[in-house]
């Protein structure tokens, strides 16, 4: 059974950097691109990052980029989030996610399996 469990959230003030992991189990982490996304309540999840399999190319939301970085360590099988210059609109509910493919992609439907999320909270 695929399972994806995030871990790294907490509560920081703006300006201040968090990493988030994600711990891939079993043999689901290989040929598989990995992504972040966010969701504050009433809102729409929100695309954060992606990266490739096995990790050569990136994309970021705009509103992330320059501020954050995507990794991966495919021996670990564990993907990871350094989120840098933390702004209090990056406060969400960030879930990683498995890509149904090598190729990342940006939305939601592309990722087939999701973990069950880690809360960031920055304080202004």
């Known amino acids: 059974q695929v399972q994806l469990v995030e871990s790294g959230g907490g509560t920081v003030a703006a300006g201040d950097s968090l990493r988030l992991s994600c711990r891939a189990s079993g043999d689901t982490f290989s040929w598989h691109a990995m992504g972040w996304f966010r969701q504050t309540p009433g809102k729409e999840g929100e695309f954060v990052a992606a990266?490739?399999?096995?990790?050569?190319?990136?994309s970021y939301a705009n509103s992330v980029k320059g501020r954050f970085t995507i990794s991966r360590d495919n021996i670990k099988n564990t993907l990871y989030l350094q989120m840098n210059g933390l702004k209090p609109e990056d406060a969400a509910t960030y879930y990683c996610?498995?890509?149904?493919?090598?190729?990342?992609?940006?939305?939601?439907?592309?990722?087939?399996?999701w973990g069950q999320g880690t809360q960031v909270t920055v304080s202004s």
């Open positions: 990266i490739s399999y096995p990790g050569t190319r990136t």
């Open positions: 996610a498995r890509g149904k493919s090598v190729s990342f992609e940006r939305t939601k439907t592309d990722y087939d399996y």
